[in-house]
């Protein structure tokens, strides 16, 4: 029998029901009771409520293989087929292979989402996630993810002002662990050692912080593994999705995710009171970003925590801020954070950048000063120094030419919409697309005047094999898909089309349907697929990352940090560019 039935036909201990006992006795059933049971109805008098995963994760999978396939053993769930898939893919596979009527036909699939009352965007979405995960299923040539990256640095390469840093955060989640709530049915000794700890001093708040390549986090993610390692529960949260899962592939066993999914700041904060209690550790990434209310939010729950989780921001106030422009350190609770900040600019690679880097961060350049910083960084070259245009269609391809692996960096997302036109017209114009997709509705600039959202319709981008995308939405965290990952265009499928994402995962992007809500009050169903093209993307979704060559649009003035962001991308002074204008109001430093 299944694991369901076993639930409803066992008492509390595992052994058959009275009920089936007495039935079994009452009808004179010849076949041993231990048989007999396997077959006979449910009573229907208990009801089993599990909690599942999402169905957007391979775990959900498992859980349902394990609820609704006959086992003895759970061994007897593995075939040798599964091996031929992606592990991340596996349960899915299982499922397949185990149940193949019911999880290829949409149809009953579909009946059953709407006796659970789901909603038909999510209907949707889960049949067309499914769908294209089952054609990756079916090819065998999908390869498995990319190996996790190297270990972390010995603590005898940190200099002294990380290992401070390295130090405190380890002892203080070593406190949260030794003032852990006993767990239930602990012998008195645990107690009694709880009990005399709680007159010891609450957990105090913690920064590290520092200028761009100081190696906060690199000290702070040694600080992680030594913690897990000594039994901490650690989870790592980021403003956005990207830098998620940049964590989510150097600790693959821990809780990462955004800020809002991991303490669910889309709720009450009632409801979310507790979130906190689970953890020994919370790391929250690139506190520059955070705005002034999630910064108190957070230390709300903390005290709802007991103040016993060690609780570290990484980051730096004087790069780009949050989208309403407010910082943790606006808030009166700031003065309860204990400082550790990092001096020294470990990834710049050579003195010529570090003085740009230094002087940009602090100051306004002089108008001389300026002319030294961008002297041989306009891009393409050989154009004239007067000619200050914008970029042209003739300007990206020449970029494109002399430097492939470029990225080209913007204030706005207008801008680098613009530039995404002109590269895919360089790259593509003479070659005809796989086929036209529609894409993500926040990249069509005409569904928006300003701020305000004006209309639904997808953005139409010409697919080509090689080409450059970037992912929109937070589909599959798990994964890679999440919004602003980039990634490589492998080819058009039926259910979707298929990348490589930067990451070394190979996802079908499938169709997603959304209600948007407009400005008129309005609400407008679009379906589409989440993503846009990708050799241009804004300061703000790539802060926080290294990358090997950016080309660097400044399309906006008076924007704090907007320079000293974009250039302290790279490592060396040569692996910059600029196009277009850009002046000392271009080179505004943060009000830290």
């Known amino acids: 029998m299944t694991c369901l039935e076993f639930l409803r036909k066992a008492g509390p201990d595992g052994q058959i029901q009275q009920r089936y006992r007495r039935i079994h006795k009452h009808l004179r059933v010849e076949a041993p009771l231990e048989e007999w049971i396997n077959v006979c109805a449910e009573s229907g008098e208990v009801l089993v409520s599990p909690v599942f995963y999402t169905r957007l994760g391979d775990e959900y999978c498992g859980q349902w293989l394990l609820l609704n396939v006959p ?144 190696g906060k986090t690199s000290a702070v993610e040694l600080a992680i593994a030594q913690a897990v390692q000594a039994g901490a529960h650690v989870g790592a949260a980021c403003p956005t999705g990207m830098l998620a899962a940049r964590y989510r592939r150097r600790f693959p066993d821990l809780d990462v995710d955004t800020i809002h999914g991991m303490f669910s700041l889309f709720k009450a904060e009632l409801q979310t009171l507790e979130m906190m209690l689970v953890y020994d550790l919370v790391v929250i990434d690139e506190v520059g970003q955070v705005p002034l209310w999630i910064f108190e939010r957070l230390l709300r729950l903390w005290d709802a925590a007991g103040r016993r989780p060690a609780l570290v921001f990484v980051g730096d106030f004087a790069q780009l801020r949050g989208a309403d422009g407010t910082c943790a350190k606006q808030s009166a609770r700031w003065r309860e954070v204990v400082v550790y900040p990092l001096t020294r600019m470990r990834r710049c690679q050579c003195p010529a950048l570090r003085w740009k880097l230094e002087l940009l961060r602090g100051a306004t350049p002089s108008g001389t000063q300026l002319k030294d910083i961008l002297r041989g960084h306009r891009a393409p070259s050989g154009l004239a120094a007067e000619n200050q245009a914008n970029p042209t269609l003739n300007d990206v391809r020449q970029i494109l030419r002399e430097t492939p692996n470029t990225l080209m960096l913007t204030i706005t997302r207008r801008g680098a919409d613009k530039l995404n036109r002109l590269a895919i017209e360089a790259l593509f114009g003479d070659s005809p697309a796989l086929q036209w997709l529609p894409c993500d509705p926040d990249a069509n600039l005409a569904n928006f005047h300003g701020s305000w959202q004006l209309g639904a319709e997808p953005a139409w981008l010409p697919l080509h094999h090689g080409a450059r995308v970037t992912l929109t939405r937070n589909l599959d965290k798990a994964n890679s898909f999440v919004n602003g990952m980039m990634a490589t265009v492998r080819g058009a499928r039926q259910n979707g089309v298929e990348v490589l994402t930067d990451s070394g995962v190979v996802l079908l992007i499938h169709p997603y349907t959304q209600d948007f809500e407009l400005a008129d009050g309005q609400v407008a169903r679009s379906t589409f697929h989440p993503l846009r093209a990708g050799y241009a993307t804004t300061l703000m979704k790539i802060q926080g990352a290294t990358v090997d060559h950016a080309t660097i649009w400044l399309d906006a003035v008076y924007v704090q940090a907007a320079a000293y962001v974009a250039i302290s991308r790279v490592r060396r002074d040569a692996d910059w560019r600029f196009v277009g204008a850009v002046t000392r109001r271009h080179c505004v430093p943060a009000q830290v």
Request: proline letters at 6%.
């Open 71 to 214: 086992f003895l053993a759970l061994d007897d769930l593995w075939l040798r087929r599964a091996l031929r898939v992606p592990e991340r893919l596996r349960f899915l596979a299982l499922r397949l292979l185990h149940k193949p009527a019911y999880w290829r036909s949409p149809a009953r699939v579909r009946a059953d989402l709407e006796l659970e009352a789901r909603a038909e965007t999510y209907i949707r979405n889960a049949l067309d996630m499914l769908a294209a995960r089952i054609e990756l299923v079916d090819d065998d040539r999908v390869p498995d993810a990319a190996a996790a990256a190297d270990g972390f640095l010995d603590p005898a390469q940190l200099a002294p002002e990380q290992e401070l840093a390295r130090r405190n955060v380890v002892a203080a989640a070593a406190a949260a662990v030794a003032a852990k709530w006993p767990d239930d049915g602990a012998d008195p000794a645990a107690w009694e050692h709880w009990l005399a700890a709680q007159g010891g001093r609450a957990n105090r708040v913690f920064a590290v912080l520092g200028p761009a390549g100081s």
